[in-house]
């Protein structure tokens, strides 16, 4: 089976410019969680979403959003890019009710000039 | 919401001693504890998991023990060798009945270093 995968693998913004991210869960997988890597704050989640619903979202402010389609991808969106916003965004997936482990995918690195 | 505290945060040994890394959280009703490992440049990987049914879990090095009423948990490896130094991240979350709730709450993570 296909891991989870993350496009583009890389990205350079500025400054207020929206940037948006793509993940792909394992073929079966109805739950995909964000969590945003940064070397300060560590791993911290952002939301999940599970049947193109969200159903938790993390302390991060509005300019943070995502969504699920019907085949289960995510994306997520960050507007107004900030210089703070740069990191890895991982993306997880799992199958949901109730089996709950994660399986990261390798991430988007994300730079804010 | 979930904290989880998680010591050491660096932690080196030599080739063949064992690790330890120690987490502890605060939602009582967190009941569902992986530890990943994540090398440099690389995604975070699970290496085992613990569901609060359980008090000890093991898996040939590696093992992870449970203390629900100290609300705290350890991952143990035996026997290290070079390959096992990375990040490793401990994290808490809530899996009920018929609904996953996807939100992993991670510690800090431990920086392992072993010297051959």
């Known amino acids: 089976k296909a891991g989870v995968t993350q496009t583009p693998r890389y990205l350079i913004k500025t400054r207020g410019q929206q940037v948006t991210l793509s993940c792909s869960p394992i073929?079966?997988?109805?739950?995909v969680s964000w969590y945003q890597q940064t070397p300060g704050q560590g791993l911290q989640f952002l939301f999940e979403y599970f049947s193109e619903t969200q159903r938790n979202k993390g302390n991060f402010p509005g300019r943070f959003s995502g969504r699920q389609f019907s085949n289960s991808r995510s994306e997520m969106n960050v507007s107004t890019l900030e210089l703070g916003d740069s990191a890895l965004y991982l993306c997880?997936?799992?199958?949901?009710?109730?089996?709950?482990?994660?399986?990261f995918g390798p991430g988007t690195r994300l730079l804010v000039l | 919401g979930e904290n989880v505290e998680q010591h050491p945060s660096t932690l080196s040994v030599q080739e063949g001693d064992s690790a330890v890394i120690k987490c502890t959280y605060s939602?009582?009703?967190?009941?569902?504890f992986p530890w990943y490992k994540q090398e440099l440049g690389k995604r975070p990987q699970l290496i085992i998991d613990?569901?609060?049914?359980?008090g000890e879990k093991k898996d040939q090095r590696i093992a992870v023990t449970l203390n629900k009423t100290a609300k705290h948990f350890s991952l143990h490896i035996t026997e290290t060798q070079p390959e096992d130094s990375a990040v490793y991240f401990c994290?808490?979350?809530?899996?009920?009945?018929?609904?996953?709730?996807?939100?992993?709450?991670f510690g800090q993570g431990t920086i392992l270093t072993v010297h051959p």
């Open positions: 997880a997936s799992s199958r949901g009710q109730g089996r709950g482990t994660q399986y």
């Open positions: 939602d009582s009703a967190s009941n569902y």
């Open positions: 994290a808490a979350s809530i899996n009920a009945g018929g609904t996953s709730y996807g939100k992993l709450t």
């Open positions: 073929s079966g997988h109805r739950s």
């Open positions: 613990i569901r609060s049914n359980v």
